[in-house]
């Protein structure tokens, strides 16, 4: 019976449903997510705009990350260009070509997942669709979101574009060597991402001169180690008491 | 425009609820939309529009806005959307309280 608008039709119903409309991809984000977990892996959903260098910063990852196991998941709507680009830096990739999509789910996800040996992987860096808003609103099962942000597409982005940044564990804000050529201050970069980003952290970074990939690496390795306790972590573990401070 | 995959799955949903109540229609669904959950309103009630077909046909799209609210995690203060997302006081990041629902709260269906 009707008690929603009081008119008593006893041929409707009112059903509280409560539901998030997107729980089937919640739960194959889940899936993957416990996929990733098990096999050590971490997965790194890297967004942002068409341009802003993604695909440089994976290059300039797997030239400098060179001890660890990489593999990549590339989304676009057409070509399969930057999985090339990642190959020919001996990243094994496997390419989504999403037609019209405008970002990777988390199905399109775990179907990709059997063209990548990722159970074999350190790192699993997804390389979402080109774009500041559909992404972000799709887990994909990552353990972390990282959002690169070129300083070509001006400081008041992440005012304009909330939902993606406030998803990021981290910012990369690439290009940066063309910041003496810009009218663009990293600390207004900073000062807008600090009122979208509650857990501000920003990384800026020139794939090309090689500026800041080291503290980018030096992120990506704490978060390893903090999802994969490996024999360097469990021999901290110990449990006398010691005055010294480990390395 | 991710909006249309959104309609996919809430009218996937509705149907799904429609026939487990043995209902002829549904004519309306709730749907509670967050400020900050990347979807447009306006894009979501257009695509509905467009898509909603067999017991959806007839079906009206009510949308709740809820709006972004931010607070500290220790003291509970506010912290308003557009100032720095940290407790001027305790120092510590802001917690989102609310606006990144994107729920499907109710459905109203017709039953014979």
């Given amino acids: ?247 | 425009m991710h909006e249309y995959s959104l309609v996919a799955a809430l009218t996937r949903k509705a149907e799904e609820e429609a026939r487990a109540h043995h209902a002829t229609a549904v004519t309306c669904l709730r749907v509670s939309v967050g400020a900050l959950a990347g979807v447009e309103p306006e894009l979501l009630a257009s695509a509905f529009t467009l898509c909603r077909e067999g017991l959806l046909a007839g079906a009206a799209l009510e949308i709740r806005n809820v709006a972004a609210t931010w607070a500290c995690p220790r003291c509970d203060a506010a912290v308003p959307v557009g100032a720095i997302l940290r407790c001027a006081a305790c120092g510590l990041p802001a917690r989102l309280v609310s606006g990144d629902e994107l729920l499907l709260e109710q459905i109203e269906l017709e039953v014979p």
């Fill in chain 1, 1 to 247: 019976m009707c008690d929603s608008c009081g008119c008593g039709d006893p041929h409707k119903v009112s059903l509280d449903v409560q539901e998030r409309i997107l729980s089937v991809n919640d739960r194959a984000a889940r899936h993957n997510r416990e996929h990733f977990a098990t096999a050590g892996v971490l997965a790194v959903n890297l967004m942002g705009s068409p341009g802003a260098g993604k695909t440089a910063v994976l290059e300039a990852t797997a030239r400098r990350l060179t001890g660890r196991r990489l593999g990549a998941i590339a989304g676009d709507l057409e070509t399969d260009r930057d999985a090339e680009r990642l190959r020919a830096v001996g990243v094994p990739t496997a390419a989504i070509t999403t037609g019209s999509a405008c970002h990777l789910d988390a199905e399109m996800v775990h179907a990709a997942l059997d063209r990548v040996a990722w159970r074999e992987l350190d790192y699993l860096f997804v390389e979402n669709v080109g774009n500041l808003v559909c992404p972000a609103v799709y887990d994909l099962g990552q353990a972390v979101n990282v959002v690169a942000l070129s300083l070509t597409e001006g400081e008041d982005k992440p005012l304009k574009y909330p939902v993606m940044f406030r998803k990021a564990d981290l910012v990369l804000l690439t290009k940066l060597d063309l910041l003496p050529h810009l009218d663009v201050q990293v600390e207004a970069v900073k000062d807008a991402l600090a009122r979208v980003m509650p857990d501000l952290a920003l990384v800026p970074i020139s794939a090309r001169s090689g500026a800041g990939v080291a503290e980018w690496i030096a992120w990506l390795e704490g978060r390893r180690g903090a999802l994969v306790p490996g024999p360097a972590a469990e021999a901290h573990s110990h449990a006398h008491p010691h005055a010294h401070p480990h390395a």
